[in-house]
């Protein structure tokens, strides 16, 4: 008789735990660009948006500075006094003027010294950053110089003046005086940054294209011309639009030039910003200078697409030929 031993059957173990699931890297991959600039966004929608929202918010009231929290429905009849207003006006005129005193020079100078350094010189560096010099000096204390240098009686201009048998100016109270003095502040402040912004765009066209044109006899002002200018045209564009922003938004060099807000006894030199801030903070009309600031706003959006508009005309013409 035979026994066959079987050897006892072990007891099924429990379905181990299985371990959760990693989040997908596809998913990760795609959210952690939004994740970077997700800081940004916050900041402009807390100190940008909301500012400006708000402030289209409140040029519909009338709201004094005393009382902020008294607030009455207006309407457009903030904006509808602004229409009304001669002072609005002349503000306008004068910011257009300064605005165009200043950039035209300012651009053309910047293209000159930008296509000087742009030469093999003994110290450009020390040139270049020469150029910034006046860009890093404070609003302030270039004002402060440029105004005793256009001092009526002492001034060092006046002086000059007097040498060539020029008598002289009141720079401060005349109204082409005063807008000259200005923009001369401003223009002495953006020549050299904008200079270097040229100079980038330069040394960024191929130099095969001036070898090719010295080749065919061109001279270097042909070759400013028709190969730098050319290759110039979205830098140009860009410190068109900059500039104008810039002019449009024009404040602290006309009220530290005189220390006036009204821009002068007869407002002569006051731009859109002093009188936003006369309104604001010198008449206590938060609401008419809310109605401000979104009128400078509109016009800077208008003036930008205008700019653009031009440029683009003027490369669509200059592709056809």
């Known amino acids: 008789?035979?026994?066959?031993?079987?050897?006892?059957?072990?007891?099924?173990?429990?379905?181990?735990?299985?371990?959760?699931?990693?989040?997908?890297?596809?998913?990760?991959?795609?959210?952690?660009?939004?994740?970077?600039i997700a800081p940004f966004f916050a900041l402009?929608?807390?100190?940008?948006?909301?500012?400006?929202?708000?402030?289209a918010y409140v040029s519909l009231y009338r709201v004094e500075l005393q009382t902020p929290g008294e607030m009455a429905w207006r309407g457009l009849d903030n904006y509808t006094a602004l229409l009304r207003d001669d002072f609005?006006?002349?503000?306008?005129?004068n910011t257009f003027t300064i605005?165009?005193?200043?950039?035209?020079?300012?651009?053309?100078?910047?293209?000159?010294?930008?296509?000087?350094?742009?030469?093999?010189?003994?110290?450009?560096?020390?040139?270049?950053?020469?150029?910034?010099?006046?860009y890093a000096t404070s609003v302030a204390a270039a004002t402060l110089v440029f105004a005793q240098l256009f001092g009526r009686d002492f001034g060092l201009v006046n002086w000059?003046?007097?040498?060539?048998?020029?008598?002289?100016?009141?720079?401060?109270?005349?109204?082409?005086?005063?807008?000259?003095?200005?923009?001369?502040?401003?223009?002495?402040r953006w020549t050299g940054y904008n200079a270097l912004i040229y100079l980038a765009g330069m040394q960024?066209?191929?130099?095969?294209?001036?070898?090719?044109?010295?080749l065919d006899g061109a001279s270097r002002w042909r070759?400013?011309?028709?190969?730098?200018?050319?290759?110039?045209?979205?830098?140009?564009?860009?410190?068109?639009?900059?500039?104008t922003i810039g002019a449009t938004q024009l404040f602290g060099e006309p009220l530290l030039f005189e220390g006036s807000i009204s821009g002068g006894i007869s407002h002569q030199y006051q731009t859109l910003g002093l009188y936003m801030y006369e309104q604001g903070w010198g008449y206590f009309h938060l609401g008419r200078a809310a109605a401000i600031a979104w009128v400078t706003?509109?016009?800077?959006?208008?003036?930008?697409?205008?700019?653009?508009?031009?440029?683009?005309?003027?490369?669509?013409?200059?592709?056809?030929?």
């Not at 035209?104 to 910047?110: G, K, S």
């Not at 960024?204 to 010295?214: K, T, V």
Request: glycine residues 6%; charged residues 10%.
């Open 1 to 36: 008789m035979t026994l066959t031993a079987t050897a006892p059957v072990p007891p099924a173990r429990p379905p181990a735990a299985q371990a959760p699931a990693a989040p997908p890297r596809r998913l990760l991959a795609r959210l952690s660009p939004y994740a970077c």
């Open 44 to 55: 402009f929608a807390a100190f940008g948006l909301f500012p400006l929202l708000y402030t």
């Open 88 to 93: 609005f006006w002349t503000a306008l005129r």
């Open 99 to 134: 605005g165009v005193v200043s950039t035209v020079p300012q651009l053309l100078m910047a293209l000159g010294l930008a296509h000087l350094l742009n030469y093999k010189l003994r110290g450009r560096t020390f040139f270049r950053v020469t150029m910034l010099l006046p």
């Open 160 to 188: 000059v003046l007097g040498l060539a048998g020029i008598g002289p100016v009141d720079w401060q109270s005349g109204t082409v005086a005063s807008q000259i003095a200005v923009s001369t502040i401003v223009t002495w």
């Open 204 to 214: 960024s066209i191929p130099g095969e294209l001036y070898e090719a044109a010295e």
């Open 223 to 243: 070759q400013f011309l028709h190969v730098t200018l050319p290759g110039l045209r979205p830098t140009v564009l860009f410190t068109i639009v900059v500039s």
């Open 297 to 321: 706003f509109v016009l800077i959006v208008l003036l930008v697409l205008l700019n653009t508009a031009l440029a683009r005309r003027r490369s669509r013409k200059g592709t056809r030929r």
